[in-house]
């Protein structure tokens, strides 16, 4: 039991490390600034924008090396995540935050 908290424990300050790194850093020499420029508004783009979304692919590997049975590694993979945007909101500055999103139906 211990080996499992702990593991939950370091990958997910490993997710949330590399991806806060990718996601709102520049890097040493700007390389990450860089990086993200050249990747663009494309898919790879967009996804190097959004924590959440960088947050899943990162936790998907960490998950795989984690866990030994792919139930595990799915439910291990979605907590990963999961701890690295808790971490990420816990730390962000108020005005930072992202804003909540609402949309009224304006046809009624």
């Known amino acids: 039991m211990r080996h499992d908290f702990y593991g939950l424990v370091v990958g997910t300050l490993v997710v949330w490390r590399i991806t806060h790194l990718f996601a709102a850093e520049d890097g040493p020499w700007d390389l990450l600034a860089r990086l993200r420029c050249a990747l663009g508004s494309g898919f790879f783009g967009r996804l190097s924008d959004c924590f959440y979304c960088l947050s899943l692919w990162v936790a998907a590997p960490c998950a795989v090396l984690l866990a030994e049975t792919t139930k595990d590694r799915a439910w ?27 949309v009224e139906d304006e046809r009624r």
């Open 76 to 102: 291990l993979w979605l907590a990963l995540s999961g701890g690295a945007i808790l971490i990420e909101r816990a730390t962000i500055r108020g005005s930072e935050a992202a804003p909540a999103v609402y």
